[in-house]
Structures are given as structure tokens and as C-alpha cells.
């Protein structure tokens, strides 16, 4: 099991960038891909971004495809999201995920999340 804490979130105009970051408790971070999923009020939790254990392999949702970007930090255990170019449509509560080997886009088969951090953009 890991523990996950975000940060980074807050509120920012249509354009805008932030930078989220997760910190991982674990002594075993190398073994785990990590993820962001978020989840907007009245819909339902969405895939956003994925890296594998290796760093070998990074996903991303179409919806965010040449403006976020994932990057993990194996020395400090960190994971992070840097969004660019937001939009309204952005906004949810964004959630860092950890499951064991294999990165998978499905955000039923993550076990671990951190409390979350909401990310608002306003037109």
C-alpha cells in the first residue's frame, strides 16, 4: 500500500498553467506506476495521465494531449503534473494514483489515492 499526498491545486483563468505534485510513502516507489485521475462535479472519475514503474511507458487521455504533462522523480518519489493551456473543462478535483507494475488507463484498477486537490479554471 502507498500513501499519497497532493498539492498543488488552486484556481486559475482560462490559459492558465498549474503544477501538481504528489509526494509517495513507500519504500518500494520504483515497483509502482503512478497516475492522476480526476473527477469533475456530476460526472464520473476520468483517467488524466499515467507513467509506469520504469518510466518506460506514459499515457494521457486525449482530453489533455499536448497540454499536460507527467513526470515522475524516482530519487525524491514524487509525481507530478504540470498543466498547461487550461481550460473550464478542466476543472475537478484531481486525484494522484499508485497501483503495483503495470500501467493501466482504467481508474477501477488503481487501489491506492491521495485525498485530492482541486484545480479551478474560470473562463
Known amino acids: 500500500q502507498v500513501q499519497l499526498v497532493e498539492s498543488g491545486g488552486g484556481s486559475v483563468q482560462a490559459g492558465g498553467s498549474l503544477r501538481l505534485s504528489c509526494a509517495a510513502s513507500?519504500?518500494?516507489?520504483?515497483?509502482?506506476?503512478m497516475g492522476w485521475v480526476r473527477q469533475a462535479p456530476g460526472k464520473e472519475r476520468e483517467f488524466v495521465a499515467g507513467v509506469n514503474y520504469n518510466a518506460g511507458l506514459i499515457e494521457y487521455a486525449d482530453s489533455v494531449k499536448g497540454r499536460f504533462t507527467i513526470s515522475r522523480d524516482f530519487a525524491k518519489s514524487m509525481l507530478y503534473l504540470q498543466m498547461n493551456s487550461l481550460k473550464p473543462e478542466d476543472t475537478a478535483v484531481y486525484y494522484c494514483?499508485?497501483?503495483?507494475?503495470?500501467?493501466?488507463?482504467?481508474?477501477?484498477?488503481?487501489?491506492?489515492w491521495g485525498q485530492g486537490t482541486q484545480v479551478t479554471v474560470s473562463s
Open positions: 494514483v499508485a497501483r503495483a507494475r503495470a500501467l493501466l488507463p482504467d481508474v477501477r484498477l488503481w487501489p491506492d
Open positions: 513507500t519504500r518500494t516507489y520504483t515497483t509502482y506506476s
